[in-house]
Structures are given as C-alpha cells and as structure tokens.
C-alpha cells in the first residue's frame, strides 16, 4: 500500500519560518512530486513540482510562493521537503504532498499550517 | 496559465439519481504522446482529496464503477451513474499538462 505521511506543521509567526516533510512508503520515489495546499474553506492550490534526481532535480514554484519556498527531497530516505520561509498570513492551510505516477497520482493525508500573530 | 472552469459550482442530486459535472480547460490538455493530463478527485468532509479518475476516463484503484470520466481536448465531465450518501463532497478536476498546474473551483455535491 503506498502512503504519504506530512509532517512539521504548527503554528509561526508572520515572518516565521517552518520545514515540512513528507515520507513516502509502498512506492518507488523515483517520480515527480509536488505540493498542493489547501486555505480553509477554500479550494486546492498548486504550490510547486519537483523532478526526480536523473532529471537534475528541477523545480518550478507558483508565483505566490517564488522566492520565498524551496522543494527538495532526499531520495535515500524516500522523503520530500518543503522549506517556507518569510510565511504570511496567506500562507495558512493545510499542505498536502502528492505523488505522481503518470496520472495515479497518490496523495498525503495533510499537514496544517497557520501563520498567526 | 491553464484556467479550468467548472460546471456546476453546486450540485443537489436525489440519493440514486444520476449526476454529471463538467470542466473546461482555457488550453487542450493533450500531450504529443496522446495522453491527456486531466484528473478528477473527490474531497469528502474533513479528508484530503482523493483521485477517483485520470487520463480524462481510466478508473484509480478501488473507485466505484459508477464514476466515469468523458471528454477530450477541452472539455471534460464526470458522471456518477447512481448518487450514494458516500459521494457527498467537493469535487475537483486537475491538470497536469503544464506548469503551473492548476485545478476547477470545485463542485459541491449534495443530497437534496
């Protein structure tokens, strides 16, 4: 069974900083990944791609996020990162990683974080 | 960037009924290869999104057989032959043809 597992979320302050990683099981990690996240109450959102470590590891960010969040992962320990720093408020929600597999595309159960003063 | 549109934004279906949603691309998301990068994933309430279909029509693992996915080009639709209470939820498409990718605002089913 393949499963997702987010982790590192809480609560920061605007301006703050936080790590998130996401642990791939069942599968092999030699595959695109990417973020999506989720504002409450709102829809998904696309926040950046990872290619896998033949193709250079190549990233590419939606524009809220360039410059200020960096995808990476680690490949010996079958886990995907997402470093975010100088968060906003807008930045609150929960972050889902997911796993592409030409099209069966698997997904994380989420991990929430809130950019609150 | 690729803009999806979804029809409609909320669906009130009677348990057994039929429903269909449909989802519009502002580009043809089909490859070279022929593929055609389109997704539909379910949300029910408080759980993460789910993939219930890829490729515009090919069934994930464990989906019901009564969601279908239709469509090529520029236009999509997801119909769920027969409404259950389980279906209950938001419903996205997605693709992944090009970056940025980008997803429909969601359709709201629910049970009249």
């Known amino acids: 069974e393949v499963q997702l597992v987010e982790s590192g979320g809480g609560l920061v302050r605007p301006g703050g900083s936080l790590r998130l990683s996401c642990t791939v099981s069942?599968?092999?990690?030699?595959?695109?990944m990417i973020w999506v996240r989720q504002a409450p109450g709102k829809g998904l959102e696309w926040v950046g791609r990872i290619k896998t470590k033949s193709e250079g590891e190549t990233t590419d960010y939606a524009a809220p996020v360039m410059g200020r969040f960096t995808i990476s992962r680690d490949d010996s320990e079958n886990t995907l990162y997402l470093q975010m720093n100088s968060l906003k408020t807008d930045d609150t929600g929960l972050y889902y990683c997911?796993?592409?597999?030409?099209?069966?595309?698997?997904w994380g159960q989420g991990s929430l974080v809130t950019v609150s003063s | 960037d690729i803009v999806m549109t979804q029809t409609p934004l909320s669906s009130p279906v009677t348990l057994g009924q039929p429903a269909s949603i449909s989802c519009r691309s502002s580009?043809?998301?089909?490859?070279?290869?022929?593929?055609?990068?389109l997704s539909w994933l379910q949300q029910r309430p408080g759980q993460p999104p789910r993939l219930l279909i890829y490729?515009?029509?090919k069934r994930f693992s464990g989906v019901p057989d009564r969601f279908s996915g239709s469509g090529a080009g520029t236009e999509f639709t997801l119909r769920i032959s027969r409404v259950e209470t389980e279906d209950v939820g938001i419903y996205y498409c997605?693709?992944?043809?090009?970056?940025?990718?980008?997803f429909g605002q969601g359709t709201k089913l629910e049970i009249k």
């Open positions: 580009q043809s998301l089909e490859h070279t290869n022929g593929d055609t990068s």
């Open positions: 069942g599968f092999t990690f030699n595959a695109w």
């Open positions: 997605m693709q992944t043809a090009q970056s940025p990718y980008t």
């Open positions: 490729k515009i029509s």
């Open positions: 997911v796993l592409l597999a030409h099209g069966e595309d698997h």
